[in-house]
């Protein structure tokens, strides 16, 4: 009798941004956009709830694990140069954006099988925020943790205001949202961001416990004999997974939901209106100015947003003002305070 749901036998699927290995009751899903730090795109997004799916869904996998391609990020949250190319121009897709995101975050969390977040890298934005939707977490030490919303233009509330209050506190939460402080692996654990560290900077043969960031930047540069190297990450993931292997599948699922309780009742209350409030955010002069500082490689001018606010007809909202002049010559209307000359027809606005 055909199953509805058949053990496929593949042990990988193909994709174009996401990378899916099976093996030994293991799926290891990578974001393989290393170019790009990780990042994910509106593709990339689908492919990750597409493999997440595809994992549940596969009783011959008992184990997800969530990485990164490469050594330098586990992931840098969504790809900001794309964010700047079709979302500021169009909130309403953001939007449409967002329910894919959720599907992804979803797929974590409903999934049944315990995630292991392998941080092999920078995990930043909605890179931690996939790590906390996660069950649990192994990083390198090389890499470090932590939000950027408030730096590019946006709001870390597809799982960080939800999640960070009841994994390392109101204050320290407050702190990783507000000043968007980088946190190191050996802090991250102290603060229960993640369960295990694994050295990953050697130095000639020996590895480096608790580098320095000089240590760290030689190791990336692969300079005075440094270097990365994951294997004992690797093998800290390995030997976690397999534990997990030794205990009755049934039993760890209803664990799961049991602990989620909190995540998922922060996440139902919010996420939906995070997704709302982040489309018509977009319209604002927050993430103009963030996103193309972002994508010109140029310093983010936070004092101008500030400076908005206090100057004669200035609005910190809109990039040109607020619409209110009509064009007395040819009528139109919602024309941007500082326009000295209507843009429909072209002559001077008294």
């Known amino acids: 009798m055909m ?50 799916r595809a994992a549940t869904f596969d009783d011959g996998v008992g184990v997800i694990v969530l990485t990164g391609a490469g050594d330098r990020a586990f992931c840098t949250g969504g790809d900001v140069k794309e964010y700047a190319d079709s979302y500021v121009s169009a909130p309403r897709d953001y939007w449409k954006y967002m329910a894919l995101f959720r599907a992804y975050i979803d797929a974590i969390l409903s999934t049944g099988k315990p995630v292991i977040a392998r941080i092999n890298g920078i995990a930043v934005g909605g890179g931690n925020e996939s790590v906390l939707a996660c069950d649990l977490a192994v990083m390198a030490d090389h890499a470090y943790v932590g939000q950027v919303g408030v730096r590019v233009g946006s709001v870390a509330c597809g799982g960080a205001t939800q999640w960070l209050p009841i994994t390392v506190g109101d204050k320290r939460a407050r702190e990783m949202l507000m000043t968007n402080r980088q946190i190191p692996a050996r802090l991250a654990l102290d603060w229960g961001l993640v369960n295990r560290v694994a050295p990953s900077v050697r130095h000639g043969a020996s590895f480096v416990h608790n580098p320095s960031p000089e240590q760290i930047e030689m190791a990336r540069k692969s300079e005075n004999a440094y270097a990365i190297d994951l294997g004992p990450l690797d093998q800290e993931v390995h030997e976690l997974a397999q534990e997990l292997l030794r205990t009755f599948p049934e039993c760890v699922r209803y664990t799961k939901q049991q602990v989620n309780f909190w995540k998922d009742f922060s996440w139902a209350l919010t996420v939906r209106h995070a997704q709302d409030w982040l489309a018509l955010h977009y319209t604002d002069y927050e993430p103009f100015e963030g996103m193309s500082a972002f994508a010109k490689k140029r310093r983010v001018d936070f004092a101008a947003v500030r400076r908005r606010a206090v100057e004669p007809g200035g609005s910190p909202e809109t990039p040109w003002g607020a619409h209110v002049k009509t064009c007395q010559g040819c009528g139109a209307e919602g024309l941007p305070a500082t326009f000295a000359y209507c843009g429909t027809c072209g002559i001077h606005l008294s």
């Open 3 to 52: 199953r509805a749901f058949p053990t496929p036998e593949t042990r990988t699927l193909s994709f174009k941004e996401v990378l899916y290995e099976k093996a030994d009751g293991v799926a290891t899903i990578t974001i393989n956009r290393p170019k790009r730090f990780n990042a994910y795109s509106t593709v990339c997004l689908e492919e990750l709830a597409n493999a997440l």
